[in-house]
Nanobody, 121 residues
């Protein structure tokens, strides 16, 4: 079993910055992709950013140029640096990790509990 623990959410003014962190722990064999998703009230959960184990990144168009995803493979941790925040970025942010129990097993996705990010003056 893999546990994902997030931290770093909070209240920030428009134009401000926040950094989210998410650490995976437990019986970890290998983590493939890691990512961040968000869900605003009344909306579907959407992908914000993903990063492969090799460092290849993918971003939603709405956050390109403002958010940066990174990871520390030694610590099984993924980060999301969020700059120039807008009110539209207000949501619960969830981290995700695709974990393999062995070399040839299919990856299973694990989720964090979510952390609230509120952008408001």
């Amino acid at each position: 079993q893999v546990q994902m623990v997030e931290s770093g959410g909070g209240l920030v003014q428009p134009g401000g910055s926040l950094t989210l962190s998410c650490a995976a722990s437990g019986s970890i064999f290998r983590i493939d992709d890691m990512g961040w998703y968000r869900q605003a009230p009344g909306k579907m959960r959407e992908m914000v950013a993903r990063v492969s184990s090799g460092g290849v990144t993918n971003y939603a168009d709405s956050v390109k140029g403002r958010f940066t995803i990174s990871r520390d493979n030694a610590k099984n941790t993924v980060y999301l640096q969020m700059n120039s925040l807008k009110s539209d970025d207000t949501a619960v942010y969830y981290c995700n990790a695709d974990h393999r129990r062995s070399t040839y097993s299919r990856p299973i996705g694990y989720w964090g509990q979510g952390t609230q990010v509120t952008v408001s003056s």
